[in-house]
C-alpha cells in the first residue's frame, strides 16, 4: 500500500491513549513510505495523526469541503491540499487517493465514512481494505453492534470479516497487507461502474 486514508475525529477526545497512538499512526505511516490521506485538520485526532507523519517527514495528502475551511483550522504543511464542494466529494477523492482506510476513533462524521466506504466493498464498487484501529476498546460495542447484525441476518459473517480489527498499529497493517478482498457479487453489473 502506497497511500492510506485516516478517518478520525477532528475533536481531541479525553483519552490520551488514543492521543498517542493516532500520533504514533502517522508516525508508523511515515516511517513505512504510506502517503497519509485524510481531512487536512490541523485540529483533533487528524491534526495528531497528521503530526506524528509530519515529524518523521512523511508525506501528506489533505481534503477539505470549501465550508469546513472557516470551521476547521486547515494545516498549512500538508504535501497536498484539496479542497472539495461538499462531504461526498471528500470521501470519493479521499477513496481515488487511497489503497486502504484505516479508521481509529472520531465521532458522527467518522462513523459515516466507516460505513459508506465499508458498504462500497460490500457492493464490490471497490477491494481496498478496511482497518480499524480499537485503541483502548473504542470499539468495542460498534463491533458488537456488527456481530448483533450478523445474528440478525441483516449482515452477512463474510462482510462483516472483510473489515480487519486490531489493537496494535503494526498488527492491523500487517492484516491489511495481507488482506484478501471478497470476490465480487454476482448480481453486479460492471458495465455500470
Wanted: overall charge neutral; charged content about 20%.
Amino acid at each position: 500500500m502506497k497511500s492510506i486514508s485516516v478517518f478520525c475525529g477532528s475533536s481531541e477526545g479525553n483519552d490520551s491513549k488514543i492521543i498517542s497512538e493516532a500520533y504514533a499512526l502517522g508516525k508508523t505511516l511515515a516511517q513505512s513510505d504510506i502517503t497519509l490521506v485524510y481531512g487536512a485538520a490541523k485540529i483533533g485526532i487528524m491534526g495528531t495523526v497528521a503530526q506524528g507523519t509530519l515529524d518523521a517527514n512523511g508525506k501528506i495528502i489533505g481534503v477539505i469541503p470549501h465550508f469546513l475551511k472557516t470551521k476547521e483550522i486547515v494545516h498549512t504543511e500538508l504535501a497536498e491540499l484539496i479542497v472539495t464542494d461538499n462531504m461526498h466529494d471528500r470521501k470519493v477523492i479521499m477513496y481515488d487517493k487511497s489503497d486502504g482506510f484505516i479508521i481509529i476513533p472520531g465521532g458522527f462524521g467518522t462513523m459515516d465514512e466507516f460505513f459508506e466506504i465499508t458498504t462500497w466493498g460490500q457492493l464490490g464498487l471497490h477491494t481496498k481494505p478496511i482497518g480499524i484501529l480499537n485503541v483502548n476498546g473504542y470499539y468495542d460495542a460498534l463491533i458488537a453492534q456488527c456481530k448483533m447484525m450478523v445474528a440478525r441476518g441483516f449482515l452477512k459473517q463474510e462482510n462483516l470479516d472483510a473489515v480487519v480489527v486490531d489493537t496494535t498499529i503494526v498488527g492491523l497493517l500487517k492484516k491489511m497487507k495481507n488482506y484478501v478482498p471478497l470476490p465480487a457479487p454476482k448480481w453486479l453489473n460492471k458495465e455500470r461502474l
